[in-house]
């Protein structure tokens, strides 16, 4: 019975040099990325570094409707508030301009790729 309850010590004793040589290389590395972090969302004009000028009508008649000549939101196009802004401006200009049709979509534009989906907006409408 007295073996049994004989103190046994939890700790054994290990010098100074010894115990930073295990917590050197047991330590993780606090300096890391987190790797559960979520890439930045961007727009495609800024991931892409596209510059909108008025003259490029072929960028800009994407952002339009083909039926009705309305530019579409940036709920829609997923652009970020500074490049819609600057993609209105310079839509309004180039109509002004005459060098865009103001309620129409060119034919000649209506075949290129979409740079986003009009019938999946990002933000959900009620209709």
Do not use: W
């Not at 007295?2 to 054994?12: F, G, I, Q, T």
């Not at 290389?25 to 930045?40: S, V």
């Not at 196009?77 to 049709?101: F, H, N, P, R």
């Amino acid at each position: 019975m007295n073996s049994l309850l004989r103190r046994v010590p939890s700790y054994s004793i290990i010098s100074n040099n010894s115990l930073r040589k295990l917590c050197s290389t047991d330590a993780p590395d606090f300096n890391m990325e987190n790797p559960f972090e979520k890439d930045k969302q961007q727009c495609i004009l800024c991931k892409q570094n596209i510059q909108v000028d008025y003259k490029n009508v072929r960028l800009l008649s994407q952002f339009q409707s083909p039926y009705t000549g309305r530019i579409y939101g940036k709920h829609i196009t997923g652009l970020c508030a500074k490049q819609q802004d600057k993609l209105e401006k310079e839509i309004v200009k180039a109509q002004s301009a005459g060098l865009m049709a103001t309620y129409l979509k060119e034919p000649v534009f209506l075949q290129d790729p979409e740079l986003f989906d009009v019938e999946k907006p990002l933000r959900p409408h009620r209709f």
